[in-house]
């Protein structure tokens, strides 16, 4: 059964950094494209980067590069996020989400991971 | 950056009706458009993609058309499941935008 465990909510100081993790099951996770959402409370799902098969780089959306690095260890099927310097505006749900390439849909999701940023 | 505006924002319906969400991107996507579900605390799901091919286990009533700038998303009779937010998204290039959502609530 394909499917993406994501790691438990996380609460963080603004200045931190988080680090999210995505476990991939019932397929391999250098097979595919995997691309990050996020959602902030009660706004709309906005794309953070996903990593281009083809080229073998990960692509960033212009807003959060210098301050997000997105990795996976093909050892363990695992994807990572992590996000530095967080501030309130960050506080969102995170999603990890697979495509079969790069310019595709995301088909499969993960559960969401919580990450409040608050003082 | 390429924009996806959806319309309308929000509206209400009943079971059984017909219902029709835009979304419109700033320039040609060559239909690369996908649609998701959303309902509350859960993550998006897959509708359709390519503009108009159905995702595997989704239910005929959901369809979408379109093409160049323009795509649409109907359900042909609005099911008690179907009340949820629905988001268009374009992967023609990056950033892979999203629509800002429909939200489709109970008349």
């Known amino acids: 059964q394909v499917q993406l465990v994501q790691s438990g909510a996380e609460v963080k100081k603004p200045g931190a950094s988080v680090r999210v993790s995505c476990k991939v099951s019932g397929y391999s996770l250098s097979d595919v494209s995997m691309h990050w959402v996020r959602q902030a409370p009660g706004k709309g799902l906005e794309w953070m980067g996903g990593?281009?098969?083809?080229?073998?780089?990960?692509v960033y959306a212009r807003e959060f590069q210098g301050r997000v690095t997105m990795t996976e260890d093909t050892s363990t099927n695992t994807a990572y996020m992590e996000l530095r310097s967080l501030r309130s505006e960050d506080t969102a749900v995170y999603f990890c989400a697979s495509a079969v390439e790069f310019s595709s849909y995301l088909d499969v999701w993960g559960q969401g991971t919580t990450v409040t940023v608050s003082s | 950056d390429i924009q996806m505006t959806q319309s309308p924002s929000s509206l209400s319906a009943s079971v059984g009706d017909r219902v029709t969400i835009t979304c419109r991107a700033s320039q040609s996507i060559n239909n690369y458009l996908n649609w998701y579900q959303q309902k509350p605390g859960k993550a998006p799901k897959l509708l359709i993609y390519?503009?108009?091919t159905l995702q595997s286990g989704v239910p005929s009533r959901f369809s979408g058309s379109g093409s160049g700038t323009a795509y649409t998303l109907s359900i042909s009779s609005l099911q008690p499941d179907d009340f949820a937010t629905y988001y268009c998204?374009?992967?023609?290039?990056?950033?892979?935008?999203f629509g800002q959502g429909t939200k489709v609530e109970f008349k």
């Open positions: 390519a503009a108009s």
């Open positions: 990593f281009d098969l083809d080229d073998a780089e990960t």
């Open positions: 998204q374009q992967s023609y290039n990056t950033p892979l935008a």
